[in-house]
């Protein structure tokens, strides 16, 4: 069983190009998550997904999409990508209300 | 909206010896779960410890506890017997059980050098 996976592992991508950072659990887990991780701000939320076919919006939602057409898949897409999306990008994925997130591996952006 | 703060960006530790990372939050919530995650230089984030706010009794996980005061909302990690695989940032983080959400806001960390 893999858990999350998150691809790609890392990537430079030019300003103003789109990008999409693809995440699958295997879990059966109805609640997905993106974060983003920045030095010295830890973990900020972009969007959530309470369950198939619902999206929210995080902390931090601007300039970021998600959609969630299954259980399995909940993709972030970065329509014109700007440097300060720079980050570390965590997908996570929880059974429900209180129980533990599990996180992906990470996918780190770099915007030039 | 929850704040989770974590005032020590980083502090070391003799191999061995016991270690308490801070943490504090502010919430009007009554019902909620407060959890460490650890994340070692590969990245991946791992679940420490879990607390939930109705109980009195403070978690443990084998050398990880917590010292859970919920009037003060602080909520601090004691590792004993650091070992060299410690060496990680610790990340403090609150779950308010509201409606069907389940989010996570994170403190920004605290780097941990555990020193042979």
């Known amino acids: 069983i893999a858990g999350i996976t998150q691809a790609p592992t890392s990537q430079i991508l030019a300003a103003g190009r789109r990008m999409t950072l693809r995440c699958t659990q295997d879990?059966?887990?109805?609640?997905m998550y993106w974060y983003r991780q920045d030095l010295g701000l830890g973990l900020r939320l972009i969007h959530y997904?309470?369950?198939?076919?619902?999206?929210g919006k995080g902390e931090v939602p601007d300039g970021y999409s998600v959609s969630r057409a299954n259980t399995d898949d909940f993709p972030l897409t970065l329509a014109s990508a700007v440097p300060s999306q720079t980050s570390v990008y965590f997908c996570?994925?929880?059974?429900?209300?209180?129980?533990?997130?599990?996180f992906g591996p990470g996918t780190r952006l770099t915007v030039l | 909206a929850q704040t989770v703060t974590q005032s020590q960006p980083e502090m070391s530790v003799q191999e061995a010896e016991t270690v308490t990372l801070s943490c504090t939050y502010d919430t009007s919530e009554s019902n909620y779960y407060l959890f460490w995650y650890k994340q070692p230089p590969s990245r991946q984030m791992i679940l420490v410890i879990r607390?939930?706010?109705?109980?009195?009794q403070n978690a443990t996980e084998n050398r990880f506890s917590v010292n859970f005061q919920k009037a003060a909302k602080s909520f601090s990690l004691k590792i004993s017997d650091s070992q060299l695989g410690d060496t990680a940032m610790y990340f403090c983080a609150f779950m308010a059980l509201t409606g069907a959400n389940s989010k996570l806001t994170f403190g920004k960390g605290i780097t941990l050098s555990v020193r042979p």
């Open positions: 996570a994925s929880s059974a429900g209300e209180g129980r533990e997130q599990f």
């Open positions: 607390q939930e706010a109705y109980k009195q």
């Open positions: 997904s309470n369950t198939a076919g619902t999206t």
């Open positions: 879990m059966r887990h109805n609640a």
